[in-house]
């Protein structure tokens, strides 16, 4: 069975500009979210999608948006980036997220310069 | 809102010897608990999974956890680290209330293993 994909896994983006992630889930998965990583704060919540539909949003500002389509697959994106965007965006899975038990992408790496 | 606490960012053991993480959580209502591990550039894995069925967790690799509600802890352990064992470990929590559907995390132990 395969696993979360997420793509790209590395980029490079300078400040201002536009980025967007894409996240395929492991198959039957209804539930994708989001989670961003960085040294100084940890792993925190972005967002979290069930059958297209936006269930949940951490606090972070409006920059950083997401959708799913209807095959599951989600996207993320965040708008004038800032150096502080400069994380691993995690994505996982989960028949529902409720359950906590959530499968992991390895992550797409955000320089931003 | 619910929160864990993980003390000690880094722990070294010796090949052999005993592991133990420490997680305290706060939580206003009997809190679903985890562990996930994080293998260098790599995402989370799920470890074990507190749900009030049991206070002794057992999950991969050989880690247990045991929740203990009187000192608000979910500590994971390991009889004897292996080497494989290096990674970082975070604790986490389930947002409390209907419709949360996300995880609060610790800020991670990383476990160094000494041959």
């Known amino acids: 069975k395969a696993g979360v994909t997420q793509t790209p896994r590395y980029l490079i983006k300078t400040r201002g500009q536009q980025v967007t992630l894409s996240c395929s889930p492991i198959s039957g998965h209804r539930s994708v979210s989001w989670y961003q990583q960085t040294p100084g704060q940890g792993l925190q919540f972005l967002f979290e999608y069930f059958s297209e539909t936006q269930r949940n949003k951490g606090n972070f500002p409006g920059r950083f948006s997401g959708r799913q389509f209807s095959n599951s697959r989600s996207e993320m994106n965040v708008s004038t980036l800032e150096l502080g965007d400069s994380a691993l965006y995690l994505c996982a899975s989960g028949v529902d997220s409720y359950t906590g038990e959530l499968f992991f992408g390895e992550g797409s790496r955000l320089t931003v310069l | ?115």
């Not at chain 2, 606490?5 to 993480?21: F, P």
């Not at chain 2, 069925?53 to 994971?76: M, Y």
């Not at chain 2, 132990?109 to 000494?114: E, Y």
């Open chain 2, 1 to 115: 809102a619910q929160s864990v606490t993980q003390l000690g960012s880094h722990v070294s053991v010796s090949e052999g010897a005993l592991v133990l993480l420490r997680c305290n959580y706060s939580s206003s209502v009997p809190p679903y608990l985890f562990w996930y591990v994080q293998y260098p550039n790599q995402g989370l894995q799920l470890l074990l999974k507190y749900t009030s069925a049991a206070t002794l967790v057992k999950g991969i690799n050989g880690f247990e956890a045991e929740f203990k509600k009187s000192e608000t802890s979910f500590h994971l352990t390991k009889p004897s680290a292996h080497m494989s064992d290096a990674a970082e470990y975070f604790c986490a929590v389930m947002g409390s209330g209907a419709g949360s559907y996300q995880l609060t995390f610790g800020k991670g132990t990383k476990l160094s293993v000494i041959p």
